[in-house]
Each structure stands twice: as structure tokens, then as C-alpha cells.
T-cell receptor
Framework: DVKVTQSSRYLVKRTGEKVFLECVQDMDHENMFWYRQDPGLGLRLIYFSYDVKMKEKGDIPEGYSVSREKKERFSLILESASTNQTSMYLC????????????????FGPGTRLTVL | GENVEQHPSTLSVQEGDSAVIKCTYSDSASNYFPWYKQELGKGPQLIID?????GEKKDQRIAVTLNKTAKHFSLHITETQPEDSAVYFC???????????FGAGTRLFVKA
């Protein structure tokens, strides 16, 4: 049974703080993703990674960075948190080598609700 | 850019009735269309998907239809039950097979 876990369910931070959101998957998936979910906007891709130490920008990367030092772990970093980064953050993983994962199921973690005051 | 539009944003049905959620996509290279259900406090979970070489797929009370020409796809839930109440997302993936584009979501309420 695939499991994607996220380090926190709820997080409250202050403007300007550096924030780390951690995601771990236990199924040896090559691909990992970070999304943010906002009402009426669906899920928007922030960054993704198709291999260790590899990362690519998604649709809304500004204000975020990522790190993937190990295959099972993908971290999202908010260098200097701002109030407009208050959101639900979802991590996901998916098997398949790059370019060959068209039909593979994507598995999501439970989400981290981040509030920036 | 690539876009997926989803309607309606909110849907309320009586238990036992059918529910239909519709999506359109813009990228004609899309070849995979998953549907996700997100219950309160949980991440989205895949409930059904369809590939571009298939027009319809059914799994018990849920079915998806795909019209590639019109770039429309729909989710049909029959005999709805209160536990079907959730947010549903359609999505499209294709081209390089990497990015999944999600619709804005439909909040479904099933009234007992």
C-alpha cells in the first residue's frame, strides 16, 4: 500500500520565517511533486523532481525552492514566508522513468495547511 | 498555456440521484484523464481514469466518458450515497507525460 507522508498537518509561521515542508514516500517512486491547493483554483504545481538531485519548476515556483537529496524525500522550502503563501500544500509521488509515466497513478499525501501570519 | 476547466463548482443532489461533473481541456496532446476524490482532511485519491484511446470506462457506480474531438470528459456517479460527498477533481496529462493539469474542483453534496 503506497504511503506518502507529510511532516505536519498544520503549521503556523510568521512573515519572513524560513519554512520547511517535508514529504516522504515509501514506494521507491522516481517522481515527486509539490502542489498548493487554494479554493477555486484547484491544484497548482510548484515544483517537481524526476530523480534524486533533479528538480524542475512547475507553474508557480516563485517564492519556493525544493530539495531532493534522497529518492524517498522531497522538501519544499519557503525562503521567506509571506501571507500570500498561506495555503494547503500537497505532496505527491508517481512511479515511472521520465517520459514513461503518462498513465501511472499519482499518490497524494494528506496535506499540510500552512498559515503565515 | 494548458488549462482544464471544470463545472459545476458546487453540486447538490438527493441521495439516490445521479451526479455529473464536466471538464474540458485545452492541450490536444493530452492522453490520460484521471479523476480524484478528496475527502475532508485528506489528500486527493484516484477513483477512476481513462486513456485517450477509450471513449468510456465504468467501475461500479462511477463512469467516465471522453470526447477527444470536443476535448470534453465527464464523470458520472449513479445512485449517489452520502459518502460520495467530497471534492472531485478532473485532470489531464499528456505530451511528455509529466505534468498533470487539474481542474478547479467540484464540491459534491449528497443529501440523505
Amino acid at each position: 500500500d503506497v504511503k506518502v507522508t507529510q511532516s505536519s498537518r498544520y503549521l503556523v509561521k510568521r512573515t519572513g520565517e524560513k519554512v520547511f515542508l517535508e514529504c516522504v514516500q515509501d514506494m521507491d517512486h522516481e517522481n515527486m511533486f509539490w502542489y498548493r491547493q487554494d479554493p477555486g483554483l484547484g491544484l497548482r504545481l510548484i515544483y517537481f523532481s524526476y530523480d534524486v538531485k533533479m528538480k524542475e519548476k512547475g507553474d508557480i515556483p516563485e517564492g519556493y525552492s525544493v530539495s531532493r537529496e534522497k529518492k524517498e524525500r522531497f522538501s519544499l522550502i519557503l525562503e521567506s514566508a509571506s501571507t500570500n503563501q498561506t495555503s494547503m500544500y500537497l505532496c505527491a509521488s508517481r512511479p515511472g522513468s521520465r517520459g514513461l509515466s503518462s498513465y501511472n497513478e499519482q499518490f497524494f499525501g494528506p496535506g499540510t495547511r500552512l498559515t503565515v501570519l | 498555456g494548458e488549462n482544464v476547466e471544470q463545472h459545476p463548482s458546487t453540486l447538490s443532489v438527493q441521495e439516490g440521484d445521479s451526479a455529473v461533473i464536466k471538464c474540458t481541456y485545452s492541450d490536444s496532446a493530452s492522453n490520460y484523464f484521471p479523476w480524484y476524490k478528496q475527502e475532508l482532511g485528506k489528500g486527493p485519491q484516484l477513483i477512476i481514469d481513462i486513456r485517450s484511446n477509450v471513449g468510456e470506462k465504468k467501475d461500479q457506480r462511477i463512469a467516465v466518458t471522453l470526447n477527444k474531438t470536443a476535448k470534453h470528459f465527464s464523470l458520472h456517479i449513479t445512485e449517489t450515497q452520502p459518502e460520495d460527498s467530497a471534492v472531485y477533481f478532473c485532470a489531464a496529462r499528456g505530451g511528455g507525460g509529466f505534468k498533470t493539469i487539474f481542474g478547479a474542483g467540484t464540491r459534491l453534496f449528497v443529501k440523505a
